[in-house]
């Protein structure tokens, strides 16, 4: 587990933006925390990241349940569980498949469909007890996918360490 700790939005976004400098194709990564805790800004610091640009809005898809993202190098698929109830209706979203794909594929309330997903990265993001503006940032694995790129991304992240 790698442990972080931001103090505004912008560091959220910058350690967001850190962390997409290591994702390959395929990857999956799980977004987890109550409403507010900053999944969005976390997927919009992740887009920039990856090249995409800044004129284009990242917002949270609630309703329409996946926004898709092009960078010209690679698509990124940002999705919304919060409004399905079943993990049927999670798997025909196909999310797993647009990874096996070649595609990223970032998933906010991902945690409740974490047994069909495969191999992913989770963050889950919780707001602090007393600092309105703070995070706590926790990465976690589930397989294997991140084992030869764990301690760049523990360099990576270093410095929003707890
Ligand atoms: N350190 C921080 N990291 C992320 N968001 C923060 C932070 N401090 C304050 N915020 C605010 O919290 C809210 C997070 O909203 P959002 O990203 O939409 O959350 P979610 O997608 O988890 O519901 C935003 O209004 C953002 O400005
Ligand atoms: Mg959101």
């Known amino acids: ?8 939005v912008e560091q959220t976004e910058e350690l967001a933006a850190a ?3 290591l ?21 919009r610091g ?23 993202y092009d960078t010209g190098k690679l698509v990124i698929h940002h999705a919304d569980l919060y409004r399905l109830g079943r ?7 196909g999310l797993r498949e647009l990874a096996d794909l070649g595609d ?3 998933i906010e309330w991902g945690n409740v469909a974490e047994e069909v997903l495969g191999d992913h990265l989770v963050v889950s993001l919780e ?5 309105e503006d703070t995070r706590h940032v926790v990465v976690s694995v589930v397989g ?19």
Request: hydrophobic share 45%.
């Open 46 to 68: 992740f887009a920039t990241g990856m090249g995409v640009s800044s004129d284009e809005t990242v917002s949270s898809p609630t309703f329409t349940l996946v926004h898709t």
């Open 23 to 43: 994702v390959r194709p395929r990857d999956i990564i799980v977004l987890s925390g109550e409403m507010g805790a900053g999944k969005t800004a976390f997927v």
């Open 19 to 21: 962390l997409a400098a």
């Open 87 to 93: 993990l049927s209706d999670v798997e025909d979203l």
């Open 127 to 131: 707001v602090d007890d007393d600092e």
């Open 104 to 106: 990223v594929v970032v």
């Open 144 to 162: 294997h996918t991140w084992d030869s790129r764990w301690e760049q991304l523990k360099r990576a992240l270093a410095k929003w360490g707890n």
């Open 1 to 8: 587990m790698i442990d972080a700790r931001t103090t505004h």
